[in-house]
């Protein structure tokens, strides 16, 4: 255990000699001498003023000294006159895991991989910032605090301001890697930020893109998706440049000023939203310990109540009810006093009712499961609750098919000890591609403590075309009274075009050898060869029957690349049906993927008392990828250096004919079988 005495700093490097400082402490965090690098304005030594701070991540293969990937001839000078003549403080972290280093240089930083988790450095950061804190002139609240990062770093700075909203102002990031895996040793989740967008709602981002990156595909999926969250104060640059280098280094550096100098950045916010991927978390002052594995999620937290959730994987995967979660709130209620405390589980409609005192400093403490819960809470300072929309999907989106009118499952939840009267429902989308059927609706009465599907009349038509799902947004308004609250509801419209499967292969517990496709590096080029797998759970006779836990594989005539002939896929598996259910997220190295990116597919369940003879329609998804190399391209005299890594997906439709397992039940009968299983409202609707 280091004493307080050893986190004195070292200095390592004489003043005079450069315009930074490599310092040295001893961290509780991580249990070892830690390294980082600070510039220091030119002024710092006479002003007497206190500065905010951007913390910088580095890439792979690089350390603190910004010395191999980043080119310290380049990099580093920027920082310098940048820090020289503006009034801010920026500390580079060392993200170096022996484990996974080979020497100084060359390694993967900051413990991201899916067996690591043992080096916190969320944990280590806010360990960093407090001494920053101590030992600097800083300024300390969230609002003077930003990240910014290159590549893996990038990552980082994208990360770490989900994980600490409450923390930090604003964050950069410099041709970020677009996922990595975040959690405890026995607890590692994926995590990619256009996943959980909602934890950045009260911060202000900026993205970097090189046009000539060679991961610049993940940087557009990930800027659509910010793109696309009107909470999130959001800009984006592109840069003609041809390496996976930082650019406009002191443009993304202004942007920080410009957080600085917002007032805003300062206030708690009323309602807030957030995910985590760790057992423990303290977001926005609440406390939260949970058992288990995966994600934990507080959606829309008022001092009058909260959504709780879990999911097994993100943005999709289901909740798990065997969970137990201990909140504690703010202190923001009246010490001493009770409150009344209702509790909705989301999946069943059932209400239980309860009291609930605040301590001595005004924190009430709750217990909850991992299923989808709504909480309100009534009593001394509070304000009448408002209705809620409850979530129209246990997925982050509604999946739907193009074509015929399609109802939408909305439905309104009452948190009052009283009845609501006249409530309007209104749809609307400006997205083209909807087609508004029934836009409104009228509900007489709300019973207290009740959910109602009186608006479940609202109803569209979805148009696509060729290709992927394709994004878009429908507007909800519920009007009660003089109060109005408006709700997005993003859904995924089916390409109009679904081929059949040139060929497939059910894995129900049997091996089978498949050719699939190797990439053969980053100059372009590849092969098949034979892939032998053991996949699923059931009597490995090649049929999906009842009971059954299966992979499914897809035989693909041409693939993205031109060398992807004939190979086959596993596919992520989308079903509009009560009898299917995904039980795993398969995530699985996309060969010489170097993000780290998954391809994502499915282990499902075909539930047992599914009717005989029925055929079930079933989308199937998988990516196809190509290292697409263009050695004719030039950016100015140099030409690009690496293939760009692109992917693409491919989109079927294959009818399951359940085979004759016996007689057949209801749907209301399988519940009872699979309690955990989610139930569609529609054969269209996911």
């Not at 405890?184 to 989740?189: A, I, L």
């Not at 985590?276 to 002052?285: H, K, T, V």
């Not at 309860?354 to 499961?369: C, M, N, P, V, W």
Request: proline share 6%; with cysteine.
């Amino acid at each position: 255990m280091w004493s307080s005495s050893c986190l004195l700093m070292i200095l390592l490097s004489p003043v005079s000699a450069q315009p930074y400082k490599d310092q040295i402490h001893a961290s509780r965090v991580l249990g070892s001498l830690r390294t980082y690098r600070v510039f220091l304005p030119s002024n710092y030594e006479t002003s007497g003023k206190a500065y905010p701070v951007i913390y910088y991540f580095h890439s792979h293969s690089d350390r603190y000294t910004l010395g191999h990937f980043g080119r310290e001839a380049d990099f580093t000078p920027r920082i310098a006159d940048y820090v020289a003549s503006h009034d801010v403080i920026v500390v580079v972290l060392d993200g170096y895991v022996a484990r996974d280093y080979t020497g100084f240089y060359g390694g993967s930083p900051w413990d991201l991989r899916e067996d690591g988790g043992t080096y916190d450095f969320g944990a280590y950061f806010l360990e960093l910032s407090e001494l920053i804190d101590s030992h600097y002139r800083t300024l300390k609240t969230r609002r003077w605090r930003a990240t910014s990062g290159l590549s893996m770093g990038g990552f980082m700075s994208l990360y770490l301001s989900a994980r600490y909203p409450e923390r930090i102002g604003s964050a950069s990031a410099f041709n970020p890697s677009p996922e990595a895996y975040a959690g405890e040793p026995d607890n590692r989740n994926l995590w990619r930020s256009k996943d959980h967008l909602a934890n950045h709602a009260h911060s202000k981002i900026r993205l970097v893109r090189a046009s000539g990156d060679y991961i610049s595909q993940y940087h557009e999926e990930t800027r659509a998706a910010y793109a696309r969250a009107h909470d999130v104060d959001f800009e984006f640059r592109q840069d003609e440049y041809h390496r996976h280098w930082a650019t406009s280094i002191a443009e993304t550096f202004d942007f920080h000023m410009r957080a600085f100098s917002d007032e805003k950045l300062d206030r708690i916010p009323e309602r807030w939203s957030y995910t985590s991927a760790y057992r423990n978390g303290e977001p926005w002052g609440y406390r939260v310990s949970a058992t288990g594995k995966g994600f934990w999620r507080l959606e829309d937290v008022t001092a009058s109540g909260f959504r709780s959730s879990t999911r097994k994987w993100a943005p999709d995967g289901p909740p798990d009810p065997s969970r137990r979660l201990q909140i504690w709130t703010t202190p923001q209620y009246q010490p001493g006093a009770s409150y009344a405390l209702a509790m909705l589980d989301v999946a069943t409609g059932r209400v239980s009712h309860s009291s609930i005192q605040a301590d001595e400093s005004g924190r009430l403490r709750l217990e909850l499961t991992g299923a989808v819960t709504q909480v309100s809470l009534a009593g001394p300072g509070l304000d009448i609750p408002k209705l809620v929309v409850l979530p129209v999907t246990s997925k982050e989106v509604l999946r739907v098919l193009p074509g015929g009118e399609q109802r939408l499952p909305v439905r309104i939840y009452n948190p009052r000890a009283t009845p609501v009267k006249n409530v309007s429902c209104r749809l609307e989308s400006e997205y083209p591609t909807v087609e508004i059927t029934v836009a409104t609706a009228q509900i007489e009465e709300i019973p207290a403590f009740s959910v109602s599907s009186g608006c479940g009349q609202l109803s569209a038509r979805f148009i696509s075309g060729d290709g992927d799902y394709a994004h878009a947004r429908l507007s909800l308004a519920v009007v009660e009274g003089k109060v109005e609250q408006t709700h997005n509801l993003d859904v995924a419209i089916a390409p109009s075009v679904r081929p059949a499967p040139l060929a497939i292969e059910v894995l129900d517990g049997r091996t089978v050898s498949f050719p699939v496709f190797r990439q053969k590096g980053n100059q372009g080029g590849g092969a098949s060869i034979q892939r032998t797998v053991t996949e699923g759970r059931g009597n490995g006779n090649g049929r999906w029957e009842p009971g059954e836990e299966v992979t499914i594989w897809v035989k693909l005539a041409q693939g993205l690349d031109p060398f992807d002939r004939g190979n086959w896929y596993r596919a992520k598996v989308f079903a509009h049906s009560p009898w299917i259910e995904e039980v795993a997220d398969l995530q699985e190295q996309k060969q010489l993927e170097w993000t780290g990116a998954k391809e994502r597919t499915s282990l499902v369940r075909l539930l047992p008392g599914a009717p005989a003879g029925a055929e079930i329609p079933i989308i199937l998804r998988h990516e196809s990828w190509s290292f697409h190399f263009t050695p004719d391209v030039r950016y100015g005299r140099e030409p690009l250096y690496q293939a760009f890594q692109l992917h693409r997906y491919h989109v079927y439709e294959w009818k399951l004919r359940v085979p004759d397992q016996g007689a057949a039940k209801s749907p209301d009968q399988k519940t009872k079988q699979t309690p955990n299983a989610s139930l569609s409202t529609s054969r269209t609707l996911e």
